[in-house]
């Protein structure tokens, strides 16, 4: 295969975004990865990260490529995972505390901070709308974020994710009692389920 169809194949499988990270891993010099984008019309989103003029920018997968500690969170997680309707104004992500975030929120994007052994916790990966995989906390971490940040988050938000939760065959009640321990709101999120349940 020669580089040319090896970097027409990357694009084919990342829907249009090849990035010079990806491109020099399959043995792809830089010069001649530049010189491809420059002849086939690549659009530049970020360092190191091009879209090319016939495919949809996915700002997710770009702003997790330019960033790969970040997960995305609240609104945006609850977005991802189908437990509301409404696509957020602004991206949500969380990071571990020591993190550089300046530039994150100068974009406008929200940004929280956790302790880094919090971090980790409810990890998945899930596909944007657009056909990326991207980082994101899985539902029951997610519900706890909304809880825990219960004064930022518009309660219509919250009351519809709690509701599709309870609706989805894919609830793990019992995971999100232990997230909810671990987050310290187990007694909010009773009131809720007691509700809901």
């Known amino acids: 295969m020669t580089k040319k169809e090896m970097l027409e194949q990357l694009s084919k499988e990342?829907?249009?975004?090849?990035?010079?990270?990806?491109?020099?891993?399959?043995?792809i010099s830089r010069p001649y990865f530049l010189e491809f984008i420059q002849k086939h019309g690549y659009e530049k989103m970020a360092h190191?990260?091009?879209?090319?003029?016939?495919?949809?920018?996915?700002?997710?997968?770009?702003?997790?490529?330019?960033?790969p500690?970040?997960?995305?969170?609240?609104?945006?997680?609850?977005?991802?995972?189908?437990?509301?309707?409404?696509?957020?104004?602004?991206?949500?992500v969380t990071v571990k505390s020591g993190y550089k975030t300046t530039n994150l929120k100068e974009e406008g994007v929200i940004v929280h901070i956790v302790k880094k052994e919090r971090y980790p916790i409810g990890i998945t990966e899930i596909e944007t709308p657009m056909g990326h995989m991207v980082r994101t906390y899985n539902?029951?971490?997610?519900?706890c974020d909304i809880l825990r940040s219960r004064s930022q988050v518009e309660i219509q938000d919250r009351q519809t994710a709690l509701k599709e939760?309870?609706?989805?065959?894919?609830?793990?009640?019992?995971?999100l009692l232990e997230y909810?321990?671990?987050?310290?709101?187990?007694?909010?999120?009773?009131i809720y389920l007691e509700v809901l349940l």
């Not at 500690?69 to 602004?90: I, K, N, W």
């Not at 539902?139 to 519900?143: D, L, P, T, V």
């Not at 939760?165 to 995971?175: C, F, G, M, N, V």
């Open 48 to 67: 190191g990260i091009y879209l090319s003029p016939d495919a949809w920018e996915d700002g997710m997968y770009i702003l997790q490529s330019r960033c």
């Open 14 to 27: 990342k829907k249009g975004i090849l990035r010079t990270a990806d491109a020099q891993a399959l043995g």
């Open 139 to 143: 539902a029951e971490r997610s519900i």
């Open 180 to 190: 909810a321990e671990e987050f310290k709101v187990d007694k909010i999120l009773k």
């Open 69 to 92: 500690h970040v997960v995305f969170s609240h609104e945006s997680a609850l977005y991802l995972l189908g437990l509301t309707d409404r696509e957020p104004m602004q991206h949500t």
């Open 165 to 175: 939760y309870a609706r989805s065959r894919k609830k793990d009640i019992p995971l």
